[in-house]
């Protein structure tokens, strides 16, 4: 009911517990008449010490009392209170014990523990009446039942909350029954008069920070005058008035924004960068903000923007990809720089993201030329969680911001109230208690404002603070809080109606909470406003923490629907539901609503994680993913999905062994389940990082089968795929390709842009390995890329790589090392950490054809690692035959004698070529003619099993020069010539050339030696 105080509420209260010393022995003593009366005046003076004070007496248990300081009313300094209370208690014994002593000769002895943290508490201002539950509780009682006659014994949670003021020693550890570990316990043995503490405030006038305005205002110069980026990092502790400052100074910015990041994610990755970017385009406006440029560059940057509307601007995510997103900012703010400078300020940084504060510099280094500034405020924790944030960069700064001088605390104090004389002691105080801080002094005096009592701590100040609100404004900032830190006015109006809350409407208590600074306008005023945001994070906590967590929970689920109805999307209405859920469980509920509740949280968070993973933003869906697994339960059918797809996820971010765990206990489900489509996704993919799951191939032919008759368009695409890859091993790519479009045609139908990436990628590796001439082949991949590459990154990364392979075919190196680079830049913004293992391994083809064999080793050797941490062992020992073969040809026959045996290997036609080929060069070198004849006749032999004249050609070369070395000259002439026309047929000119020297070499040294061969050496 509107109006009404919260039944229930979470609070941080000091607990004190008193109880008289040897009653038992007393009530021998006493006839019972005196002994009420005795008891009754120790009550009534324990009373008093505890009400004067400012604490309640929630109740009289036999001879002990109870105390609660923080309810109804909560205080600065509680906890300093309750510790004079109970020294009070002690010492005003000492005056009855001398009436006692007289009247009935008896004396009192009490025993005291204190203790502070959260607790329930249901209050009635009225009765002032405070009922208290919770551990902190227990635990106080215990340590009034270990004090000794005269003693005080406090937790150590208190110690921190009175501050120096309380002087103590060490009681020792105290194992407290119902409390699972030992408690350590403080004598407290003096209390001295309350000291002022560091309290956090956030700042609203502008006064001081003269000197670091002036560097951000010389900053402004410094774009104006030389258009280079900036990264200008504002550091200080939470309330020194880092966004303050900032606010002041982008008075004089031209064009700027503002973006905040947060400490949970429902929105994407990027979503700070976006918010800042829409305020420079609403500051500048689009159309005046490219007005001036040339014809040609406003049109680029027009398309920028277009291609950010779609993705980055419209939901925070780098769409199409990181490095796409990447070129456009980089594009439209270097146009909307040219006339005037841009800052762009990411406040609360040190909640950013990873991917974020990359982006971050990324997108500087991409604007080195441009009047665009980044200034980011963060507290130093960012340092903690990101050391080398900042370091290392030409044009980087950092500011510290410590606290006000008294003269400018105390002109920011007159700025906030008016202070009548009798409240200058009020002031000063506020003052002393503020240090300087402005966050705490702007609170401190908006309490003092309202009421009589300054909170002490953050979480004192903050409630005391909220407290005095009116209900409905109490009410409103409540549910505000179970918004987030930003919230829109519409979803608070109905969420404040569904509890009907607000009768008269929320527009009159949103007007009373921005009046009290409580709550910001994103817009000029309250009414231009889509979007309201707390002043002070501590703010929205305190808030939120203050709520029971059953009506926290209630809250959760009636904003849940709100988005719905809104359609704020899975993320946010899932996050929401997870949270109610995680709240009940808490408490303990574990019925029937519950548990539906927590279906629909894991369900949209799992649907929100795959969609993030198809847009290809890795670290929201391994978050989503991950909530949505916690939440559901083993074997339901959404816990599978959820594991396999962020066991995909896991192993595309570089995380083979969680992957793989994630994977296998997918499959194991599914089976037990009879999930058989499940079971194959599983299985499929487990194939590729753990061959005891079955031959690749054979679990692929029979998921496809399986997928085929269920209509499973993304599963035929995946095991198409994998038999194509299959077919490329045997080398036959003719096949391959068929099946390869196949695969992407029903990756098309699926929409799965994973799939349609790696079937696309897999037809350039064809068209490079394959029968196709590389000029075809060239044209091919560029056409693939047209028709599919637009807004698609993975496409383009993964068909940049043997593109860049073909290219180099053709003597283009320059355009193949850019090509390769594109790949790289794509696919680590994509997050995907295979790039490490398959972008190297396409640069060592690519330097095969450039005669640098070192740098041809490194990345091999650069391959190799990333295998390794990848745990892709497949790709191994190829990277190991490719390096044998730089060894070999510097005449080192010794690793590639060192492999495995070709013959033993059980390797398909196209490696076993290569193998055997390698070989028999080897072993012709360490002078073992028979077995380098007989391998290099089976290389042969194996090539002739493919459609590759690259297989072919590599295999009719290795046998030139195995022959060569035998010095069977003419033979070694016969199979370069074979090798010639295979390369030929490619267009592959390099190896046609270098098979056509080595056929002229060849017949030179037959022609000199005159030497011939029997006709078992000829080339087949």
């Known amino acids: 009911m509107a109006g009404t105080a919260t039944a229930e509420e979470r609070r941080v209260v000091t607990v004190v517990f008193c109880d008289l010393v040897g009653s038992t022995a007393l009530s021998g003593r006493l006839d019972p008449e005196t002994l009420r009366t005795v008891t009754l005046r120790y009550f009534a003076l324990m009373r008093a010490r505890i009400e004067e004070h400012g604490g309640t007496v929630e109740k009289f248990i036999g001879d002990a009392v109870m105390a609660v300081f923080g309810v109804p009313v909560r205080h600065e300094d509680d906890a300093h209170r309750a510790l004079a209370a109970a020294r009070g208690m002690i010492t005003g014994l000492d005056g009855l014990n001398a009436e006692l002593e007289r009247e009935h000769g008896v004396r009192l002895a009490v025993r005291i523990g204190v203790n502070t943290g959260e607790v329930v508490v249901s209050v009635d201002p009225a009765a002032r009446q405070a009922l208290v539950s919770g551990e902190v509780v227990n635990i106080g009682a215990r340590l009034e039942q270990h004090a000794g006659p005269g003693e005080i014994l406090i937790g150590p949670a208190t110690l921190r909350a009175a501050g120096p003021s309380a002087v103590t020693e060490s009681a020792g550890a105290l194992s407290l029954k119902g409390v699972d570990a030992p408690v350590p316990a403080l004598r407290l043995v003096g209390l001295h008069e309350d000291d002022p503490e560091r309290v956090r405030r956030f700042d609203t006038p502008f006064i001081g920070r003269e000197q670091e305005l002036a560097e951000l205002r010389l900053l402004l110069r410094k774009l104006t005058a030389d258009p280079r980026s900036h990264l200008v990092t504002v550091y200080g502790e939470a309330g020194l008035g880092k966004t303050r400052l900032l606010r002041e100074w982008l008075r004089d910015c031209p064009a700027y924004g503002e973006g905040r990041c947060r400490p949970y994610g429902e929105t994407g990755t990027l979503s700070p960068l976006a918010e800042a970017v829409r305020q420079v385009l609403a500051a500048v406006g689009e159309d005046a903000g490219l007005a001036g440029l040339p014809v040609h560059e406003r049109i680029e940057a027009e398309q920028a923007l277009r291609l950010l509307r779609s993705g980055l601007l419209a939901d925070g995510t780098p769409s199409p990809s990181a490095d796409d997103t990447l070129m456009a900012l980089a594009c439209l703010l270097d146009a909307l720089s040219r006339e005037r400078p841009v800052v762009l300020v990411l406040d609360d940084c040190h909640w950013a993201s990873a991917p974020l504060l990359d982006m971050a510099e990324r997108l500087l280094d991409e604007l080195d030329r441009s009047a665009v500034a980044v200034v980011c405020a963060a507290r130093p924790e960012l340092l903690e969680a990101h050391p080398g944030w900042g370091s290392g960069r030409m044009r980087s700064a950092s500011l510290m911001l410590t606290p006000l001088t008294r003269e400018e605390a105390a002109l920011l104090a007159g700025e906030l109230i008016e202070v009548a004389a009798h409240r200058q002691g009020v002031l000063e105080g506020a003052l002393d208690r503020a240090e300087g801080n402005p966050l705490y002094l702007e609170h401190l005096t908006a309490v003092a404002a309202q009421c009589d009592d300054l909170p002490l701590t953050v979480h004192a100040l903050l409630g005391a603070r909220i407290d005095a609100l009116p209900p409905e404004e109490r009410t409103l900032l ?152 916690d939440l559901a339960a083993p074997g339901e059918p959404a816990a599978t999905e959820a594991a396999r797809r962020l066991g995909e996820t896991k192993v595309a971010r570089g995380e083979p062994v969680r992957g793989r765990e994630l994977l296998a206990g997918a499959l194991d489900t599914a089976d037990r389940a009879g999930d058989r489509l499940g079971a194959a996704h599983a299985r ?20 496809l089968a399986l997928f085929t008759v269920a209509g499973d368009d993304q599963g035929i695409a995946r095991a198409c795929v ?61 056409e ?37 680079a594109e790949a790289a830049r794509l696919a680590g913004g994509l997050g995907y950490a295979e790039s490490a293992l398959f972008v190297p391994l396409f640069a060592a083809e690519v330097e095969a054809l450039t005669g640098t064999p070192d740098r041809r080793l490194a990345l091999l050797d650069e391959a190799a690692r990333a295998g390794r941490e990848l745990g892709a062992t497949g790709a191994l020992p190829g990277i190991a035959r490719e390096r044998a073969r730089i060894l070999l040809e510097r005449g080192d026959p010794a690793p590639a004698l060192a492999l495995p045996d070709p013959q033993e290997a059980g390797l398909p036609p196209a490696e076993s070529a290569d193998a055997e080929g390698l070989r028999a060069r080897a072993l012709a070198l360490s002078g073992q003619p028979d077995a380098a004849r007989a391998g290099a006749g089976r290389a042969t032999a194996a090539a002739a099993e493919t459609d590759s004249p690259v297989v072919r050609g ?67």
């Not at 383009?796 to 180099?808: D, E, G, K, M």
């Not at 070395?965 to 010539?977: G, I, K, M, P, V």
Request: glycine share 8%; proline share 4%; with cysteine.
């Open 722 to 782: 994998r038999i194509a890859q299959d077919r490329q091993r045997q080398g036959r790519h003719a096949e391959a390709e068929s099946l390869l479009r196949q695969a992407l045609d029903h990756a098309g139908r699926a929409d799965a842009e994973p799939e349609r990436a790696l079937a696309l990628g897999a037809v350039g590796i064809s068209l490079w390995r394959g029968p196709t001439p590389v000029g075809r082949a060239v044209a091919r991949c560029e």
């Open 784 to 820: 693939l890329l047209t028709a599919h590459g637009s807004g698609r990154p993975t496409v383009r990364a993964t068909l940049a790589c043997p593109l860049a392979v073909l290219l180099a075919l053709q003597g283009r190196h320059d355009e193949a090392r850019e090509r390769l």
């Open 684 to 703: 499929l993919a487990l194939t590729a990082l753990d061959p005891r799951h079955g031959a690749a191939t054979e679990v692929a032919e029979a998921a």
């Open 954 to 1020: 590599t295999a009719a070369l290795d046998r030139a020069h195995t022959l060569r070395t035998l010095a069977r000259h003419d033979e070694a002439e016969r199979a370069a010539r074979t090798a010639q026309q295979h390369f030929a047929a490619k267009g592959h000119r390099l190896g046609a050339d270098r098979a056509a020297a080595f056929a002229d070499d060849s017949a030179a040294a037959a022609r000199s030696t005159g030497r011939r061969s029997g006709p078992e050496g000829r080339t087949p």
């Open 478 to 629: 409540q549910l505000a809080a179970v918004l987030g830190r930003e919230f829109r006015p519409a979803d608070l109006t109905e969420l404040a109606d569904a509890e009907h809350s607000c009768p008269g409407g929320s527009a009159a208590g949103l007007r009373g909470l921005v009046r009290r600074r409580l709550v910001e306008p994103g817009g000029r005023t309250l009414a231009m406003s889509s979007v309201l945001r707390f002043g002070s994070a501590l703010v929205q906590e305190t808030a939120y923490r203050g709520m029971a967590k059953k009506v926290r929970a209630r809250r959760h689920e009636h904003a849940a629907r709100v988005l719905v109805r809104h359609e704020a999307g899975d993320a946010a209405v899932g996050t929401h539901l997870a949270r109610a859920h995680r709240l009940l469980a808490e408490l303990g509920m574990r019925d029937e609503d519950t548990d539906v509740l927590r279906t629909r949280a894991a369900g949209l968070l799992i649907r929100a994680g795959a969609a993030a993973l198809a847009r290809s933003d890795l670290p929201w869906a391994d978050d989503l993913l991950t909530q949505g697994l």
